[in-house]
């Protein structure tokens, strides 16, 4: 169990649709990241937060964003969803968010789209 | 000069045999290089990581090569078991400003151990 907690596990909706994905951090660490895998493009960095502020942007499409709250749970909005948005979405977090911090993943949320 | 490139894609070894996973990379500023286990239905996991400063790592039956020259880096998983059969991700990331962290990751290996 690596601690990051993730909700919900499976999230199935049509296209068109907003979903929230949600990732609690493990204890005690400050830095949120989200990555989205897919079979086509595999495992890709989507956007970081640190104490509450982005830190980093990767390939994140406009018709996502998210936010790290004062607890530091992060949630990731994805709206107007298209069939390609179909995927695993993973919270990874790190104690700073240097580069040399281990990064600990949860279990994901799959996302389909029908 | 962002990517990392992962080969094989995938893999098949005989129990008590040698695992052997290769990554390349362009970008020299990358500094932090870890290697990732994911189950099915499971996140990566953290294995084993190494810093360009040294040319080998190891934990247990997990060890990491380091070419710096060369900008590739491996990991060997010696005396392979069925338990390990899964898909190992190697990745990359380099110093940004202060608390940037992104991996960029290798595009997967599927390892079969078989008994």
């Known amino acids: 169990d690596s601690g990051v907690t993730q909700t919900p596990k499976h999230l199935i909706t049509a296209t068109g649709q907003r979903v929230t994905l949600r990732c609690s951090p493990r204890?005690?660490?400050?830095?949120v990241y989200w990555y989205q895998q897919s079979l086509d493009q595999g495992l890709q960095f989507l956007i970081q937060y640190y104490n509450g502020e982005e830190r980093a942007k990767g390939n994140i499409l406009e018709r996502f964003s998210a936010q790290q709250f004062p607890d530091l749970h992060s949630e990731l909005n994805l709206s107007s969803l298209e069939l390609g948005d179909s995927a695993l979405y993973f919270c990874?977090?790190?104690?700073?968010?240097?580069?040399?911090?281990?990064?600990?993943f949860g279990d994901g949320t799959r996302l389909s789209i029908l | 000069q962002q990517q990392v490139k992962q080969s094989p894609q995938s893999l098949i070894v005989q129990k008590g045999g040698i695992s052997i996973i290769n990554c390349a990379y362009e970008n020299t500023a990358f500094d932090y290089f870890p290697w990732y286990q994911q189950f099915p239905g499971k996140g990566p996991a953290l294995l084993i990581a190494?810093?360009?400063?040294?040319s080998e790592k190891k934990e247990g039956r997990f060890t990491i090569s380091f070419n710096k020259s060369a900008k590739q880096f491996s990991l060997h998983i010696m005396d392979s078991q069925p338990g390990d059969s899964a898909t190992y991700f190697c990745a990359a990331s380099r110093p940004g400003s202060s608390n940037t962290g992104k991996l960029i990751f290798g595009q997967g290996t599927t390892l079969q151990v078989k008994p």
């Open positions: 990874a977090s790190s104690i700073s968010g240097q580069t040399n911090q281990p990064q600990h």
């Open positions: 204890s005690g660490d400050l830095s």
């Open positions: 190494i810093r360009p400063d040294v």
